[in-house]
């Protein structure tokens, strides 16, 4: 019997690249959203249809990567990732020539479908190929380079935005020659003996999944709100220069990316020491941009915001999977992949409905610098039978799957 295939760098920069994909689709066209509204303002509800550009994807990874995982767990992690792949490019460049905005709409539910897929077989695949510290290590080193990613994006579709607001769709094509080497590197893990294709798999653990992706909802709410609503902000005090915006949302993203970073020193903290903190310093962060009459108080308040955001994601997602079985894997990835997006999703339409209670957009960021404050103090008191909220520990690896990288 031959010895199972270890995973190695190659693997892990694959996975990571991958996992970018769905941040290009978040964050690349935030600098010309109010290109876009000025283009289409003739079109009834442009000012609500134009955000949902931004945000249709993360609806329909929310509405559809828990159907993604059962395929991931029923069938295979990598065919469905190759084929999402090449799937994205053609819908992600959809727009460069569509002519209307219900159309653009229409390809940007596409584009969340394949979303959908290549994050859950990606962050899958992560926690297939290693395991214990180094599983956490690299799950938070995930949120890492996507956030670094999003800070590359956010500068370059404000540079590209210059040229046009159609120009920035040109990058979705870049998963094409990523799909490539992936084909050739990447395999299906050697299904372990107690996981054998079963006409019913095993079930969820919901009583270890439940709070977590609840929690994780508010999280993607939290999270996004800054990507979307930072350019508006921006807008409302004068700046409208594309450049501008994304380099400002680029300083953001940095912030979050050092966020991330921080979850590796951390990583052998419990999520009851952690999300306090992270829900913590992104209420004072939104609590700054809320209150803030100018550019630099709202960069500063940002990018607090940004660190808290950072740090959050790595650990909800650590907290809501290192517990689960090889044949769960997928299926409670996908469920809190769909979580997380559907609060993304979520998060302009609740800003917009705060923003008229409260009266106008920043007032809106402070209800929601209020409800991030509420949940550090309640993930702080959540009962202790309710989540593994104070365990670092993780399943071992099952008989098959690759025990780590060589190097």
């Not at 509204?37 to 949902?52: S, Y």
């Not at 800003?351 to 402070?366: D, E, N, S, W």
């Amino acid at each position: 019997m031959s010895a199972p295939r270890q995973a190695g760098r190659v693997q892990l920069a694959l996975l990571l690249a991958g996992s970018c994909l769905s941040v290009l689709g978040a964050v690349l066209i935030a600098p010309v959203l109010p290109q876009m509204q000025d283009q289409f303002a003739a079109v009834p509800g442009a000012d609500v249809l134009v955000p949902v550009v931004l945000t249709v994807p993360a609806l329909v990874i929310g509405l559809t990567a828990p159907f993604a995982g059962v395929v991931v767990d029923r069938l295979d992690r990598k065919r469905l990732l190759i084929v999402a792949m090449f799937v994205y490019a053609v819908a992600g460049t959809a727009p460069l020539y569509l002519p209307s905005l219900g159309a653009i709409i229409a390809s940007r539910v596409l584009v969340g479908l394949c979303e959908a897929a290549i994050m859950t077989c990606c962050t899958t695949l992560i926690a297939d190929y290693w395991t214990g510290p180094r599983r956490s290590r690299y799950l938070g080193l995930q949120t890492l380079v996507a956030t670094l990613s999003a800070t590359v994006f956010l500068a370059v579709g404000g540079a590209l935005g210059s040229s046009g607001w159609r120009t920035p769709f040109w990058l979705y094509a870049v998963a094409v020659p990523l799909a490539v080497p992936m084909i050739r590197s990447l395999w299906q893990p050697e299904r372990p003996a107690a996981a054998a294709p079963q006409r019913r798999l095993p079930p969820l653990p919901w009583r270890t999944l439940l709070v977590p992706c609840l929690v994780t909802l508010v999280g993607g709410v939290v999270f996004y709100a800054l990507i979307v609503q930072l350019s508006f902000v921006l807008d409302d005090i004068g700046v409208t220069a594309t450049a501008t915006i994304g380099a400002l949302s680029a300083a953001m993203s940095l912030a979050t990316a050092a966020g991330s970073a921080s979850f590796a020193k951390l990583s052998g903290r419990t999520p009851r020491q952690l999300l306090p903190i992270a829900f913590g310093v992104a209420a004072a962060g939104l609590a700054v941009v809320a209150l803030g009459p100018d550019i630099p108080v709202i960069t500063v308040g940002a990018v607090i915001t940004g660190a808290g955001t950072g740090l959050l994601l790595p650990v909800l997602v650590t907290w809501a999977i290192n517990r689960l079985e090889f044949a769960q894997r997928g299926r409670g990835t996908g469920l809190w992949t769909g979580f997380l997006f559907l609060g993304e999703f979520l998060s302009p339409l609740l800003i917009a409905a705060f923003g008229a209670a409260a009266g106008g957009l920043q007032p809106a960021l402070g209800v929601l610098a209020g409800i991030s404050a509420v949940l550090a103090v309640a993930t702080l008191l959540l009962p202790r039978g309710a989540a593994p909220l104070d365990r670092t520990d993780t399943l071992a690896v099952p008989a098959g799957a690759s025990p780590g990288p060589r190097g």
